[in-house]
């Protein structure tokens, strides 16, 4: 007989590689965990976007010539003329975030729960989260590269892949081991999304205001940012008789006393002293016939 004593206890089981440890469960399932979730990437995606705003504003004057100061809009101005924007987004993202959330719900109970397993599964993966985070950051970078030029899908398909590799998948990985820093993780993934909005919304101002140069009016994203399509025929203001042949003028902005003045005809911008100047009839957002276009007298 052997007089060594039996061991009841299991055998330790052999531990993973650190680098390869699935990452704790940050918390219990809920609605409440989904919409706090929901809310730390919109606000990093928000504050990007409205801080690359601003530099969309300023390439958009700057297709007429001028800058943002130079037509009495500043931050506090831009955000004053958008108000009536961001209370309309409020208005449909509030509904919209509710039936996110409730079609996730549906889909979880049809599936029996086996859908939430699945994503709580793949976010306890570090490599699989950070190698999804790590891909759609480098995707936010096509509006970058559109400034350069237009890309296929296909080029865009291997940018995004080979920033997401290259420079986001290690980092990524690492921020994986603490809260902190998948915590730090949510924002630099919402800020870059902010970032590659706010540079497509570049491009869609620039573009804008090339169409208002050519054909006068503006579009509903030049509206939406605070862009004024008002136009006035000017008087004197010596004798109140009309200016520039009485033609109208679009009225880009006022500072420092002066106004700062599109004139589609001749496809110029000019400024007037107020003190000299009279607005005459003022009209927002004109109807025009179809097929008109700016530039008739510069063409002459």
Not at 256 to 262: A, E, K, N, S
Request: glycine share 12%; charged share 20%; aromatic share 8%.
């Amino acid at each position: 007989m052997s007089s060594h004593p039996i061991s009841l206890e299991p055998p330790e089981t052999p531990a993973l590689p650190h680098d390869h440890a699935p990452v704790p469960p940050e918390g219990g399932g809920g609605v409440l965990e989904l919409l706090e979730r929901i809310g730390s990437v919109v606000v990093p995606i928000a504050v990007a976007l409205y801080a690359v705003l601003y530099i969309g504003i300023e390439q958009m004057y700057a297709v007429f010539g001028v800058n943002p100061q130079q037509v009495g809009v500043d931050q506090s101005v831009l955000l004053g003329r958008m108000m009536s924007t961001l209370v309309l987004l409020l208005l449909v993202a509030v509904p919209l975030l509710g039936v996110v959330v409730g079609v996730g719900w549906l889909i979880d109970r049809l599936t029996g729960g086996a859908a939430g397993r699945l994503v709580r599964k793949a976010r306890q993966r570090p490599w699989i989260a950070a190698a999804l985070a790590g891909l759609w950051c480098g995707a936010t970078y096509w509006g970058v590269f559109r400034l350069f030029g237009d890309l296929d899908l296909f080029v865009m398909v291997v940018i995004a892949v080979g920033l997401g590799v290259l420079a986001f998948l290690i980092p990524f990985r690492l921020l994986r081991r603490k809260p902190v820093g998948r915590a730090g993780t949510k924002v630099i993934v919402g800020g870059l999304t902010g970032v590659g909005l706010g540079f497509l919304l570049i491009l869609g101002l620039v573009e804008g205001a090339v169409d208002v140069q050519n054909t006068g009016r503006a579009n509903e994203l030049l509206n939406a940012v605070g862009f004024q399509d008002q136009w006035a025929v000017l008087k004197s203001a010596e004798d109140d008789k009309p200016l520039y042949d009485g033609r109208w003028m679009m009225l880009l902005g006022e500072s420092d006393g002066t106004y700062v003045l599109y004139d589609c005809d001749k496809l110029e911008t000019l400024r007037r002293p107020m003190e000299t100047t009279n607005l005459g009839t003022i009209e927002l957002d004109p109807e025009r016939e179809k097929g008109f276009t700016c530039g008739g007298l510069a063409r002459r």
